[in-house]
């Protein structure tokens, strides 16, 4: 029993060296180190300034804002990471390569991430970029933490969960990367919005009677959709569409005191939203009603005229909004900055 044991043991022995024998010169492929730093593109406006400031600026976006205004003591910052393979030129995007990968920081940085990847291979990287709750950054698990205001845990369908007007943390981020990797790769990579960023400022606070003033705006869009669904991993907007109204309080004192427009003492912003928006430009309308603390109305405006709203631009809706004026001014601003090519006309409010 003993020799027959000892025989089937050689035996194996031989059968595995004879397959090592028939494989000559295959080796296992070696992945490659990939290097990614992510930044935003704006910072312009505050960075090095050193003098702080009390309030927001509504043409600014919330990295700025919240820089100038020194409020990263209640947010931090989440970058996410998923990486796709592109095969046989054909692109294969059901499911990321690698586990995600989540970097929170307690205040805005640029930041990099570091893996590994098989070379002579097309991958597509995707970044997207939110704010979360202060001291998230402290968590022994990144992956586990939420958005303030997006649920981001399928970057091919990311939500907002929070809609609210006059609210910076509804900015966020994103871009995506085509990359074919032959060895070590480092490349940076810029984020962008997927939004347009809207405001409406009125330029006639002092000409409203004694003691009247802002308290209660309510929003109403119509006529064209708005979008409450991003596929990061494509750029573009999902097909579903939300009916969408906001009430909100207002005060000349909070939260945009600062900047060209609201550092004014006859201004007041009465209306910033964040709207998904795609890379052409597209229209929309909505109702604002103005009242005071006691509920008389001040005014109603139907906005009738297409209002231009655009990814990565800031409209800027601005008149005489609350007295007998009827013309307002609008301007579209590429990447929140001024620009030589900025659109600027006169319309009608009815």
């Known amino acids: 029993m003993k020799k027959l044991f000892f025989s089937l043991v050689v035996i ?4 595995t060296s004879c397959q090592e024998e028939t494989a000559p010169g295959i080796m296992p492929v070696e992945e490659v180190p990939v290097v990614l730093d992510i930044n935003v593109p704006e910072l312009g406006a505050t960075r090095g300034d ?11 976006g ?21 990486v796709y393979e592109i095969t046989s030129g054909s692109e294969n ?16 940085q640029p930041t990099t991430f570091k893996t590994r990847l098989v070379p002579n291979r097309e991958y597509r990287f995707v970044v997207w970029a939110d704010f979360v709750a202060q001291d998230s950054y402290l968590a022994e698990d990144p992956l586990k933490i939420e958005g303030l205001c997006y649920n981001a845990s399928d970057l091919k369908n990311i939500t907002p969960t929070k809609w609210s007007a ?13 990359v074919y990797i032959k060895t070590t790769l480092e490349r940076e990579l810029t984020l962008k919005r997927p939004f347009g960023k809207l405001r409406v400022i009125t330029t006639d606070l002092e000409e409203l009677n004694y003691g009247s003033k802002p308290y209660k705006v309510k929003v109403t869009y119509y006529n064209h959709p708005i979008y409450d669904s991003l596929n990061a991993i494509t750029g573009r907007l999902n097909t579903t569409t939300k009916d969408l109204t906001y009430e909100f309080t207002v005060d000349k004192t909070s939260p ?5 427009y ?24 909505f109702i604002m009603e103005v009242r005071e603390e006691d509920g008389r109305m001040i005014k109603s405006l139907d906005f009738c005229t297409q209002i231009p709203l655009q990814r990565n631009h800031l409209t800027t809706v601005i008149g005489k909004l609350l007295t007998i004026e009827s013309l307002i001014g609008i301007d579209i601003n590429d ?3 001024n620009d030589a090519d900025d659109e600027d006309w006169i319309i009608p409010a009815e």
């Open 93 to 108: 995007l059901s499911q990321p390569i690698i586990n995600r990968m989540v970097n929170i920081l307690d205040n805005y």
């Open 12 to 15: 194996l022995f031989a059968a």
């Open 262 to 285: 609201d550092s004014q003492a006859a201004n007041q912003t009465l209306f910033v939203d964040y709207l998904y928006a795609g890379e052409d430009q597209s229209e929309l309308n």
């Open 256 to 260: 945009y005191t600062a900047g060209d």
């Open 335 to 337: 990447n929140f900055m």
């Open 50 to 60: 050193e003098t702080v400031i009390a309030g927001l600026d509504s043409a600014l």
């Open 166 to 178: 006059m609210d910076e943390s509804r900015d966020a981020y994103f871009v995506t990367a085509d």
């Open 62 to 82: 919330a990295i700025d804002n919240f820089d100038a205004a020194d409020l990263w003591g209640e947010y931090d910052i989440r970058y996410i990471l998923e």
